[in-house]
């Protein structure tokens, strides 16, 4: 079944960003959003799609206090024949479901959040930039608001939607993405196991800023996480997931431990990797090796992989002060490969035989 949701329009449409070549990323939110609550005996109901304003929220409101919140990443993109498409939103309910699973937060009804995307997408529709580059962000969030000091699980929660068009994260891309230096961090952890590490929230990542601030200081562009019981392993790369081709052989984290995110364009990576015969190993990959195969080198790429990015290769790793090059410390082929592929079926300009893509009967001329 299908949903639909009431529409109430805004009387002060908001002056549209006149760039689209500087959108940065995420900053001129549309003029509407989606908005849904959910009281204990009712369930989730009222979705509706109201005028973007700021929310009122009451100061005790438990959320502020303890964060029992909950968010995804996702991106509309507008294909050569102006439809708009989304990329494996199927993964996105999942991940959902897992980390409302994880906080106590009640999962939406089936369907709701495709539906919620596609009729924000059509009301702000003329909001949806054209230049190549560039697409629009979806943000969907959930989080308890009862007025509450108990730091347990609420009964009132409400659900936003909101969207922003948003440029092309290679800021100058000139058919080469750029590589960036990364610090490798060995004093604060981003998750350990039994932990939120799997569950996109809030906490996560404000637990992780003050570690961020080291790689900005070392002028690193952002972290490469270690494992949090021996700060041995590598995890991810920032808000990433992160990719080593070492002796053309790619490793990345398992997802076993519970301490990183499922990324879904990493899923899709390690999809395509297997497709094109490369061997792709899940598992734990140490710091040491990887430093050993930079001064061997064997090291032939490093690269993350999300869906700010989709892929972003890494030049070098700053350690203990001392930095390991990769490579020749540019874009490697298989980055640059991934990125043409991944980009393509999500901009609808490569065929997308893996049935990733999600079209909407919405065109935007
Ligand atoms: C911590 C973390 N790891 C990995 C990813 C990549 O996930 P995805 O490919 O689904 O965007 C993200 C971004 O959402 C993230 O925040």
Redesign the pocket.
């Known amino acids: 079944m299908k949903h639909s949701f009431p529409v109430t329009l805004t009387t002060h449409p908001k002056q549209k960003p006149a760039d689209e070549n500087n959108l940065g990323f995420a900053r001129f939110f549309t003029d509407h959003m989606f908005l849904m609550d959910y009281d204990e005996g009712q369930g989730w109901h009222d979705g509706r799609i109201v005028p973007y304003e700021p929310l009122s929220i009451d100061p005790g409101s438990s959320v502020l206090h303890y964060a029992q919140m909950m968010f995804e ?1 996702m991106k509309a993109y507008r294909r050569p024949d102006g439809r708009l498409q989304i990329f494996r939103p199927d ?1 996105n309910v999942k ?1 959902m479901s897992r980390t409302a699973e994880r906080m106590c937060i009640p999962d939406l009804p089936e369907g709701v959040l495709v539906d919620a995307i596609e009729a924000l997408l059509r009301v702000d529709a003329d909001w949806m930039p054209k230049t190549p580059g560039t697409s629009m962000y979806i943000r969907p969030f959930i989080f308890g608001d009862e007025i509450s000091f108990s730091a347990v699980a609420v009964d009132h929660y409400r659900f936003v939607i909101i969207i922003a068009p948003t440029g092309a994260y290679y800021g100058s891309f000139t058919g080469k993405l750029s590589a960036s230096r990364i610090y490798v961090q060995d004093k604060y952890i ?1 998750a350990a196991k039994g932990g939120t590490g799997y569950a ?1 929230v809030g906490g ?2 404000g637990g992780a800023m003050r570690a961020a601030r080291d790689a900005k200081a070392a002028n690193c562009k952002d972290v490469l996480w270690l494992d949090a019981a021996e700060h041995k392993y590598v995890e ?1 790369i ?4 992160a990719f080593f081709r070492i002796n053309n052989e790619v490793y990345t984290a398992s997802l076993d431990s519970g301490t ?2 499922p ?4 899923d899709s990576v390690i999809q395509l990797l297997k497709s094109w015969n490369i061997p792709v190993h899940e598992g734990k990959l140490a710091l040491a090796d990887v430093l050993k195969a930079s001064e061997d080198g064997s090291l032939q790429e490093i690269f993350a ?4 990015a989709v892929i972003s290769p890494i030049g070098s790793l700053t350690f203990e002060g001392k930095d390991y090059q990769v490579a020749d410390g540019q874009c490697g082929e298989l980055a640059d490969r991934l990125y043409n592929t991944l980009y393509g079926i999500q901009t609808g300009r490569i065929e997308d035989t893996m049935g990733w893509t999600h079209q909407f009967d919405i065109v935007v001329e």
């Open positions: 990443g993964m991940r981003r996109k996560n990542y991810e920032g808000t990433c997931n990183i995110l990324g879904i364009t990493r992989s999300g869906t700010a």
